[in-house]
């Protein structure tokens, strides 16, 4: 069986003539509708609501006629209210394809993806907000390390570099020189390497570090190898950066690097009577000798000036790593342990004395003055 319904037709008899159809209805009889039932090539019209002239449909009584009406919303067999319109009950639930949709059958109701036919919005559970928190903080704990490691190789990169410059003005400085290295700054009285003679003592305040660092360049233009390097930035480690209160405490305000007391025999040599060579020659010292190191930032004191014994302490500012620079014009990056094995500088602030006799001299204790490099 197959029902069709056809709006503004209120037939009341199959057996009506087309004729009679044409006259124009009310308004409000617009909205009535002719049930039609088709079976086996009958035509039947079901009464219309209101229609007290219809002839009743012979399937009329049929209970799954009368479910169907039912459902189409039929006047004659549902239960709507004169207030509904005829299909409401059987009008499927539209599903809204985009971001907010009108029903086209009621435009007072509006879907939306996010929010049920009663437009209340669905929002985050706590279990949820706090899923993606966690997220979050594993995503940040997994590239904080990450990202840490890329700068501190950038910023060993970028020692590396400034310690290579230092070593070519260093080796330009000894061409110039008749292989003489430049005075290591063993104490301020006497112009070196870094500064000119004499220069203003730093181990100042926070408020006041510019100014003492101010004065310092200018001894800066006056040191040795200030005609090679030109530029302030190449005596700074970059990852030495941080004006605190115990930065301030050093006395050399300007530069992150120390020689080796070796070149000058650990202070022997400046006793000299005036116009008497103050360092060895490049030529005393092993290609692979250590020249230049980075001293521990956590000791004031041994920015004093700008020359220590290999003991006082290298900075562990990149790690586990060190660079320090050799007489030779290379660099090398070692490990901080290495640095306080019999190798190198042996313990700390033992001047040496913790090392076998047989391996010195060795790479760090070189005084060519000395049978054992030490003083």
């Given at each position: 069986?197959?029902?069709?319904?056809?709006?503004?037709?209120?037939?009341?008899?199959?057996?009506?003539?087309?004729?009679?159809?044409?006259?124009?209805?009310?308004?409000?009889?617009?909205?009535?509708?002719?049930?039609?039932?088709?079976?086996?090539?009958?035509?039947?019209?079901?009464?219309?609501?209101?229609?007290?002239q219809a002839e009743p449909c012979a399937h009329a009584t049929n209970p799954r006629?009368?479910?169907?009406?039912?459902?189409?919303?039929?006047?004659?067999?549902?239960?709507?209210?004169?207030?509904?319109?005829?299909?409401?009950?059987?009008?499927?639930?539209?599903?809204?394809?985009?971001?907010?949709?009108?029903?086209?059958?009621?435009?007072?109701?509006?879907?939306?993806?996010?929010?049920?036919?009663?437009?209340?919005?669905?929002?985050?559970?706590?279990?949820?907000?706090?899923?993606?928190?966690?997220?979050?903080?594993?995503?940040?704990?997994?590239?904080?390390?990450?990202?840490?490691?890329?700068?501190?190789?950038?910023?060993?990169?970028?020692?590396?570099?400034?310690?290579?410059?230092?070593?070519?003005?260093?080796?330009?400085?000894?061409?110039?020189?008749?292989?003489?290295?430049?005075?290591?700054?063993?104490?301020?009285?006497?112009?070196?390497?870094?500064?000119?003679?004499?220069?203003?003592?730093?181990?100042?305040?926070?408020?006041?570090?510019?100014?003492?660092?101010?004065?310092?360049?200018?001894?800066?233009?006056?040191?040795?190898?200030?005609?090679?390097?030109?530029?302030?930035?190449?005596?700074?480690?970059?990852?030495?950066?941080?004006?605190?209160?115990?930065?301030?405490?050093?006395?050399?305000?300007?530069?992150?690097?120390?020689?080796?007391?070796?070149?000058?025999?650990?202070?022997?040599?400046?006793?000299?009577?005036?116009?008497?060579?103050?360092?060895?020659?490049?030529?005393?010292?092993?290609?692979?000798?250590?020249?230049?190191?980075?001293?521990?930032?956590?000791?004031?004191?041994?920015?004093?000036?700008?020359?220590?014994?290999?003991?006082?302490?290298?900075?562990?500012?990149?790690?586990?790593?060190?660079?320090?620079?050799?007489?030779?014009?290379?660099?090398?990056?070692?490990?901080?342990?290495?640095?306080?094995?019999?190798?190198?500088?042996?313990?700390?602030?033992?001047?040496?004395?913790?090392?076998?006799?047989?391996?010195?001299?060795?790479r760090a204790w070189n005084n060519p003055g000395h049978p054992q490099g030490r003083?």
């Amino acid at each position: 069986m197959r029902v069709n319904v056809v709006g503004h037709r209120p037939l009341t008899s199959a057996r009506t003539q087309p004729s009679q159809l044409t006259r124009k209805l009310p308004r409000r009889r617009l909205a009535k509708s002719v049930v039609k039932c088709y079976v086996k090539g009958a035509v039947k019209t079901l009464p219309v609501h209101g229609d007290p002239q219809a002839e009743p449909c012979a399937h009329a009584t049929n209970p799954r006629v009368r479910a169907y009406e039912a459902g189409c919303g039929n006047p004659a067999t549902s239960q709507a209210g004169p207030g509904k319109r005829s299909g409401q009950g059987f009008r499927r639930k539209q599903v809204s394809h985009g971001a907010n949709r009108e029903d086209p059958m009621n435009p007072t109701l509006k879907l939306n993806r996010a929010s049920g036919p009663t437009g209340a919005r669905r929002a985050f559970t706590l279990i949820e907000l706090l899923v993606v928190i966690a997220i979050i903080a594993i995503l940040a704990g997994l590239l904080l390390p990450a990202l840490s490691s890329a700068k501190n190789r950038a910023q060993k990169t970028a020692d590396l570099n400034n310690n290579r410059q230092i070593l070519q003005a260093t080796h330009m400085y000894v061409n110039d020189n008749n292989d003489f290295l430049p005075s290591p700054g063993w104490g301020t009285s006497l112009p070196c390497w870094a500064y000119g003679a004499n220069i203003p003592q730093g181990n100042t305040s926070i408020s006041m570090f510019p100014v003492a660092l101010s004065n310092q360049l200018v001894y800066f233009a006056q040191g040795q190898l200030y005609e090679y390097l030109r530029d302030a930035k190449i005596m700074k480690c970059p990852a030495d950066s941080k004006i605190d209160n115990l930065y301030v405490q050093r006395n050399i305000l300007f530069t992150s690097y120390v020689w080796n007391g070796s070149v000058c025999g650990y202070g022997a040599l400046q006793n000299r009577p005036p116009g008497r060579p103050v360092t060895y020659k490049i030529t005393a010292f092993r290609p692979h000798d250590v020249l230049m190191w980075e001293t521990d930032e956590n000791m004031p004191l041994y920015f004093n000036d700008t020359s220590s014994f290999p003991d006082e302490g290298i900075s562990p500012r990149h790690g586990r790593a060190a660079t320090i620079a050799l007489f030779g014009g290379s660099t090398e990056t070692i490990r901080v342990s290495r640095w306080y094995s019999w190798e190198f500088a042996g313990t700390r602030d033992a001047r040496g004395r913790g090392i076998p006799p047989t391996m010195l001299p060795n790479r760090a204790w070189n005084n060519p003055g000395h049978p054992q490099g030490r003083f």
